[in-house]
């Protein structure tokens, strides 16, 4: 019966003190995680919109105007950034976006398109 009291007692001091351990708090570092995300998304969608930029000037297109840019991010391994855009031109409505990937000298376009835009942006009805 000792026995048992005693190992109960020492349980219950074990338990205790591992409460009050410094324990680490991953919500800070998932926070941060996150914001290197989102602030990588900010560059990715300034990268593309030179890209879009050129795009459309390749095609001849000078005269439109951008409706709506939206971009994030998906927590892939590595991460994945997306950007759309909506964009009026000849009183049509248009979408492209962008799939890219992180390196060390900025981005990569892994896929882009009118299905990667309406994808993000929807199809623009």
């Known amino acids: 019966m000792k026995k048992s009291l005693l190992?109960?007692?020492?349980?219950?001091?074990i338990l205790s003190l591992a409460g009050?351990?410094?324990?680490?708090?991953?919500?800070?570092?998932?926070?941060?995680?996150?914001?290197?995300?989102?602030?990588?998304?900010?560059?990715?969608s300034d990268f593309t919109d030179e890209l879009l930029e050129d795009m459309l000037g390749q095609k001849g297109i000078n005269n439109y105007e951008i409706e709506l840019t939206s971009g994030g991010f998906i927590t892939d391994d590595p991460?994945?950034?997306?950007?759309?855009?909506?964009?009026?031109?000849?009183d049509e409505i248009?979408?492209?976006?962008?799939?890219?990937?992180?390196?060390?000298?900025?981005?990569?376009?892994?896929d882009e398109g009118p299905e990667v835009g309406a994808f993000i942006v929807g199809n623009g009805d």
Not at 79 to 90: I, K, M, P, Q, S
């Open 7 to 13: 190992a109960a007692v020492f349980a219950v001091l």
């Open 79 to 90: 991460v994945t950034y997306l950007v759309g855009y909506r964009y009026r031109c000849n």
């Open 20 to 44: 009050c351990l410094p324990q680490q708090d991953s919500s800070a570092t998932s926070d941060a995680g996150f914001q290197t995300a989102f602030d990588n998304s900010v560059a990715a």
């Open 94 to 110: 248009e979408v492209y976006g962008y799939k890219l990937r992180q390196t060390e000298d900025g981005f990569t376009v892994l």
